[in-house]
C-alpha cells in the first residue's frame, strides 16, 4: 500500500471505498489506483502535500494576510501545529488548518508552529 492510500484512510476529508476513487467514493474508471481523476488527485495533494497546500491557501485567501488585509511577503501558517509534517505527506496540511499571514503577523501569532 502506498503512503497516500494509508494516509487516506485516516483522513477525515476523504471518503474512501472499496474498488472506487479513495477520495470521493465514486465508481474508479479503469486503469486507475487511486482516484476517480484529476480532481480528486488534486483535491488530495492541495490538502496534504504540503507546497500545494501553501499555494492553495494563498489562492484561497485572495494573497492577502487574513490577521490584518497585508499583503506580501506572505506565508501560511498551520493552526494546529503540524510538527515538523512540512516534509510529508500529512493531514496538518489540511486547507482548514492554514491561514495566510504577512510576515509580521506571522511572527505575531506564531506562538503554536514554527512556520
Ligand atoms: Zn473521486
Ligand atoms: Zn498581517
Ligand atoms: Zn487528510
Known amino acids: 500500500m502506498t503512503k497516500s492510500a494509508e494516509l487516506v484512510r485516516r483522513c477525515e476529508l476523504a ?13 474508479r474508471p479503469k486503469g486507475r489506483r487511486m482516484w476517480c481523476g484529476g480532481r480528486c488527485a488534486t483535491a488530495f495533494w492541495k490538502n496534504h502535500w504540503w507546497s500545494r ?7 484561497r485567501d485572495k494573497y492577502a494576510c487574513v490577521r490584518c488585509g497585508g499583503g506580501r511577503p506572505l506565508e501560511v501558517n498551520h493552526i494546529a501545529p503540524c510538527l ?3 516534509g510529508v505527506v500529512s493531514c496538518a496540511h489540511h486547507l482548514v488548518n492554514l491561514e495566510t499571514l504577512c510576515v509580521p503577523c506571522h511572527r505575531t501569532y506564531t506562538y503554536a508552529s514554527s512556520r
Open 84 to 86: 515538523g509534517a512540512h
Open 53 to 59: 497546500a501553501r499555494r492553495a491557501a494563498k489562492r
Open 15 to 27: 471518503k474512501p471505498a472499496d474498488g472506487g476513487c479513495a477520495w470521493c467514493a465514486k465508481p
